[in-house]
């Protein structure tokens, strides 16, 4: 990738209203970034915006890149060949990924284990054991850096082998800032990930988004001391939804750190008390094995549901008229809880191109979110 084709990347992928899904809807439309970013204008005035959406300057752009570098980082780009091929297959997979440390291990056959903030000490010790154990058998441990299990996590396979640590901050906002020096240990003999431009300081809507990338990376996730609506959980639906195995270690009934990790086992997660327990279920490559979407935590584990490939959003044209008209009434069928985008054509009538240009424009307005899962939602005014 030239440098001013990976700065145009780098521009869309941070231009205001353009998430990731977009980001590939935008690309697939105008076949390269330049033209998308020239679009954005019209089509977020098409949404009913008023001023132009904000687009990082090409020398903005530059000047992240610049900066990634001399702090010893780069920036993969979705598409590009060194992009990791796991976390690519996410619809919703990051447009542009900056790495600190060893790229290749991205590549690595992997899985995640990831907790409890709060751990005790024996959920501690049992994530270190495993990590260890698991990464000596030589797989890559993927975590969050948080405290507790995920520190536990990576300790454990600093001993055994390498490790990946995915961020929900800039890479040069360790956090929290007492992991800093396991982060540089991470760095050296594998590789820090974030979605986040440097500098930014880790809020906690960044936290779902950096646990997509944890699933994304990994094969399988492995669950230890998850209360309930406890992130992990949220990882481990990310995961689930993306077609990668859950495992989970069995905890006390007695003691409400355990109860969202228990909840998985009774919902068809692995049962996990030792290393082995992975290596016997875990799939080779997506490529062979075939991993797909398959139905949230469905008891019995039923065979997956291969999703359906994106409509393409060239269709026939309507007038600007008929548009604003399927504006409003996509705008109209919608709340701030998600609905499925199939449904949404269907009630429409419309084609699908149709309604997934809508959904573009009125995207890069500012009135709707895409979330994972082909789903949408309204942005509350």
């Known amino acids: 990738m030239s440098g001013a084709e990976a700065v145009d990347r780098l521009r869309l992928a941070r231009a205001e209203g353009v998430g990731p899904v977009t980001y590939r809807r935008?690309?697939?439309?105008?076949g390269n970034p330049n033209a998308a970013i020239s679009a954005l204008p019209e089509l977020a005035r098409a949404g009913g915006r008023a001023a132009s959406p904000s687009i990082p300057s090409r020398a903005a752009a530059n000047r992240e890149l610049e900066q990634l570098a001399r702090l010893g980082g780069r920036m993969l780009f979705l598409g590009a060949p060194d992009y990791p091929p796991l976390l690519a297959l996410l619809e919703?997979?990051?447009?542009?990924?900056?790495v600190l440390g060893d790229v290749t291990a991205l590549n690595a056959r992997a899985v995640a284990l990831v907790g409890g903030r709060n751990a005790s000490a024996?959920?501690?010790r049992i994530a270190e054991e495993l990590a260890d154990a698991l990464a000596t058998a030589g797989l890559l441990i993927v975590s969050g850096l948080a405290r507790g299990v995920d520190a536990a996590a990576h300790q454990g396979a600093l001993r055994g082998g390498r490790t990946v640590a995915a961020v929900a901050g800039g890479l040069d906002v360790p956090y929290p800032p007492e992991h800093a020096l396991l982060q540089r240990q991470i760095t050296e003999i594998g590789a820090v990930v974030a979605e986040a431009p440097l500098g930014t300081a880790p809020q906690a809507r960044h936290f779902p988004r950096r646990n997509?990338?944890?699933?994304?990376?990994?094969l399988g996730v492995v669950i230890v001391e998850a209360a309930p609506r406890s992130g992990s959980l949220i990882t481990a639906r990310l995961a689930q939804e993306a077609g990668r195995?859950?495992?989970?270690?069995?905890?006390?009934p007695l003691d409400p750190r355990c109860r969202g990790s228990n909840d998985l086992i009774r919902q068809g997660a692995y049962l996990t008390e030792s290393a082995a327990d992975v290596l016997d279920n875990l799939p080779?490559?997506?490529s062979r094995e075939g991993i797909q979407r398959s139905p949230l935590f469905a008891r019995g584990r039923p065979p997956p549901v291969v999703a359906e490939p994106p409509a393409p959003l060239e269709g026939p044209e309507l007038s600007d008229a008929d548009r604003a008209t399927l504006?409003?009434?996509?705008?109209?069928?919608?709340?701030?809880?998600?609905?499925s985008v199939d449904d949404l054509v269907r009630r429409c009538q419309m084609s699908a191109a149709a309604v997934l240009a809508a959904l573009l424009e009125l995207e890069l307005a500012g009135r709707v979110e895409t979330l994972p899962?082909?789903?949408v939602a309204l942005i509350a005014e």
């Not at 997509?212 to 990994?218: E, Q, T, V």
């Not at 495992?247 to 006390?252: D, I, N, R, Y």
């Open 26 to 30: 935008l690309l697939r439309r105008y």
């Open 92 to 98: 919703d997979a990051p447009p542009a990924l900056a």
């Open 122 to 124: 024996n959920g501690q």
């Open 212 to 218: 997509r990338i944890i699933a994304g990376l990994s």
């Open 245 to 252: 195995e859950i495992f989970a270690v069995p905890g006390s």
């Open 284 to 286: 080779d490559h997506p």
């Open 327 to 339: 504006r409003r009434q996509v705008t109209a069928l919608l709340g701030p809880s998600p609905t």
């Open 373 to 375: 899962g082909n789903r």
